[in-house]
């Protein structure tokens, strides 16, 4: 019998290997024992899924789960966004959410998300304790399964369309008046759960849209539900020969991730469009606070923030962290390389709906490409140049890994070391500005090496030295 075990995100699995029927109920029955032993259990829970095969059953197979512990369900009657439940979470004062998702993994890959009453991705505190209440139960029937049309019929269950009020909310944080004369936009839900929420506020409005890959397809058209570069070929194309397009929104396929094309059709790196929206939301929207981004995003929102004078929190790669200030209403954005950000006044959790339109609205009330608003900021705090690689070890440079980043040099890439990071793996940040990062993978044999530098001749020497120290 596998180990169960919670990620940053959860816990996830290969279909009928790791993640089967009988491991999805001993994890749903560890949760209603946390729940029951925070003294939570009364408030309900809410229970979702993205568009992955068997996903509507195992989310049905956990509500009657739920149920045998006499916990109310409020199960959503189709598969919806990681930010809605989150959202869906704080309208209802629910005890927490579970959500069926493997993000934008391949599709032979889904996964358990649970996310506690205040909305954001459980803290490490409460997966560990969730996790051992599961692993104890491993081999063992430890629950009791009421049938679902019994837990309806005794009102454990209610059937929920969280979709009209996440998207009422939704006006309230995104001028969507602006979108009026932005032109036609490009949309691109990736087969996944922003179907009817990317396009729904655009449809009532009239606002012109193109949308593709808005169908149900378990396979993610081959490729996984990542809007990322190298995963959206056929939305590039879309854009870049389409002169009518201003924008290209995508999200992943559970929605909590975001990519931009600009007119053009050219890819903009999330790590900027974190830097770009502090900048407006401040600039333009007049929030205040500080910002949050991950130990691995750029730099370039630490400049952002120094010019507006806000605070910088730095956080262990994982939502979750800032979710955390979100809710302490201490920032007026946080969010990761990976593409994921929320905003002051939202849901704790990554949002890519939000992202998109947020995006759009700024294109629109800017009335400037994105490149040209990236330009504009770089004149004004300097140019940041950032990439991630992957570095897959050898057993023996696995073996080795450990000694090796406990004994960084005072020198990389002909610049000194000026300070060493270790809040998630390794980062050196160096004299002239530029840094790397190293973040061992904890499932596989694979280092993340994450670069920054002024410019891209830089980057590459930079990267390559990263590349030399950990495989040379």
Not at 74 to 98: K, N, Q, W
Not at 142 to 169: F, H, M, N, Q
Not at 436 to 459: C, D, I, M, Q, W
Request: hydrophobic share 40%; proline share 6%; charged share 25%.
């Amino acid at each position: 019998m596998s180990h169960i075990t919670f990620g940053t995100s959860g816990w996830r699995g290969i279909l009928c290997e790791d993640f089967t029927f009988d491991n999805v109920k001993i994890v749903t029955q560890a949760i209603a024992d946390h729940l029951r032993a925070a003294g939570e259990a009364d408030k309900g829970v809410v229970i979702g899924r993205d568009t992955r095969f068997m996903g509507s059953r195992f989310a049905e197979e956990a509500a009657g789960v739920l149920a045998g512990a006499g916990i109310k369900v409020f199960l959503c009657g189709r598969d919806v966004p990681t930010p809605v439940i989150s959202f869906e979470i704080l309208r209802r004062g629910a005890a927490g959410g579970i959500n069926f998702t493997a993000s934008h993994n391949p599709p032979e890959y889904n996964g358990i998300k649970f996310s506690p009453a205040w909305g954001g991705p459980a803290l490490p505190e409460t997966t560990k304790d969730i996790e051992q209440r599961a692993n104890q139960m491993l081999g063992e029937v430890c629950y009791r399964e009421v049938p679902l049309a019994e837990a309806k019929s005794r009102g454990l269950v209610e059937t929920i369309d969280p979709r009209p009020a996440y998207l009422a909310a939704l006006e309230q944080k995104v001028d969507f008046d602006a979108l009026k004369g932005i032109g036609k936009l490009g949309l691109n839900p990736l087969y996944g759960t922003a179907r009817g929420y990317l396009d729904q506020p655009l449809k009532e409005r009239a606002i012109p849209y193109t949308i593709i890959n808005d169908h149900l397809d378990p396979y993610f058209g081959g490729q996984p539900p990542e809007p990322s570069e190298a995963h959206i070929p056929d939305f590039i194309s879309l854009v870049r020969n389409d002169p009518t397009i201003r924008l290209g929104l995508a999200t992943d396929g559970d929605a909590d991730r975001f990519g931009i094309l600009d007119a053009d059709g050219s890819y903009i790196e999330p790590n900027y469009i974190i830097a770009l929206l502090l900048d407006y939301l401040i600039r333009v929207r007049k929030l205040s606070g500080g910002v949050a981004r991950s130990v691995a995003t750029s730099h370039f929102v630490d400049a952002v923030a120094k010019k507006h004078g806000v605070p910088v929190y730095e956080t262990p790669v994982g939502f979750k962290y800032i979710g955390d200030l979100i809710s302490q209403d201490k920032i007026v954005i946080g969010g990761e390389e990976s593409a994921g950000l929320t905003i002051k006044g939202h849901v704790p959790e990554k949002d890519g709906i939000l992202a998109c339109f947020l995006v759009a609205e700024m294109v629109a009330r800017e009335g400037k490409t994105v490149r040209e608003l990236l330009e504009h900021l770089y004149g004004e705090v300097g140019r940041f140049i950032t990439r991630r690689d992957n570095l897959r070890l050898s057993q023996e440079l696995e073996r080795a890994y450990p000694q090796k980043v406990a004994a960084i040099p005072g020198e990389i890439a002909g610049s000194r070391v000026v300070n060493v990071v270790t809040m998630d793996g390794v980062k050196l940040l160096l004299e002239d500005g530029a840094w790397l990062l190293f973040r061992k993978s904890g499932t596989e044999p694979v280092v993340r090496l994450y670069g920054e530098a002024a410019n891209e001749a830089r980057l590459a020497e930079v990267m390559g030295a990263g590349k030399q120290f950990i495989l040379g």
